[in-house]
Nanobody, 123 residues
Framework: QVQLVESGGGLVQAGGSLRLSCAGS????????MGWFRQAPGKEREFVAG????????PYAESVKGRFTISRDNAKDTVYLQMNSLKREDTAVYYC??????WGSGYGPYEYWGQGTQVTVSS
């Protein structure tokens, strides 16, 4: 059974930084693309960033390019999302996800999800 557990969320002032972590079990995460998504109140879940398992490519949503960085530590089966220059509009529940098929693109498709971690950015 695949389990993903996010951590690192919290309350931060605009302009600040947070680093989210996602630890996995039940599969070798290094063989699968991993992604971060977010869902703000009243909005649909949206793609934030992904990291391919095959070539290490890292697609990002336009809204976070240059501010967020996704990375992975395959030895620890952990994926990170470094978030800098945070804005109020980054406030959301952030979810990590593991792709359905091995060696795929950072765009997914994704099948396994964590429970989410809240990020709140205050002005």
């Amino acid at each position: 059974q695949v389990q993903l557990v996010e951590s690192g969320g919290g309350l931060v002032q605009a302009g600040g930084s947070l680093r989210l972590s996602c630890a996995g079990s039940g599969r070798r995460l290094s063989r699968y693309a991993m992604g971060w998504f977010r869902q703000a109140p009243g909005k649909e879940r949206e793609f934030v960033a992904g990291v391919s398992a095959s070539d290490g490519s890292t697609p990002y949503a336009e809204s976070v390019k240059g501010r967020f960085t996704i990375s992975r530590d395959n030895a620890k089966d952990t994926v990170y999302l470094q978030m800098n220059s945070l804005k109020r509009e980054d406030t959301a529940v952030y979810y990590c996800a593991s792709a359905r098929n091995p060696w795929g693109s950072g765009y997914g498709p994704y099948e396994y999800w964590g429970q989410g971690t809240q990020v709140t950015v205050s002005s």
